[in-house]
């Protein structure tokens, strides 16, 4: 079982910087990727950022450049800066972490935090 508390959310103006974290507890060992997603009212919730044990990172292409997704196994947190902030980042924003444990059947199973609020004002 992996448990993930996201931190970070608030309201920022247009062109700021907010960062936020997930901390990660439980069978850490078994995670082998983190990332980021978000979910606005109207949408389907989209992939923002994700990071692998191996190091490799995906973005979204409307925040590439932006948003650099972190991680940190000794914390066991996983952070996501993001600068120039748009009105159109509102969202809620869920860490996520994926779990490999090959004598688990299915062998891959998705953690979820909380989600935190962000909203950018223009």
């Known amino acids: 079982q992996v448990q993930l508390v996201e931190s970070g959310g608030g309201l920022v103006q247009a062109g700021g910087s907010l960062r936020l974290s997930c901390a990660a507890s439980g069978s850490i060992f078994s995670i082998r990727a983190m990332g980021w997603y978000r979910q606005s009212p109207g949408k389907q919730r989209e992939l923002v950022a994700v990071?692998?044990?191996?190091?490799?990172?995906n973005y979204a292409d409307s925040v590439k450049g932006r948003f650099t997704i972190s991680r940190d196994n000794a914390k066991n947190t996983v952070d996501l800066q993001m600068n120039s902030l748009k009105p159109e980042d509102t969202a809620v924003y869920y860490c996520?972490?994926?779990?490999?444990?090959?004598?688990?059947?299915?062998?891959?199973?998705?953690?979820w935090g909380q989600g935190t609020q962000v909203t950018v004002s223009s």
């Open positions: 990071i692998r044990n191996g190091g490799s990172t």
């Open positions: 996520n972490a994926e779990s490999t444990w090959l004598l688990r059947n299915p062998p891959t199973r998705d953690y």
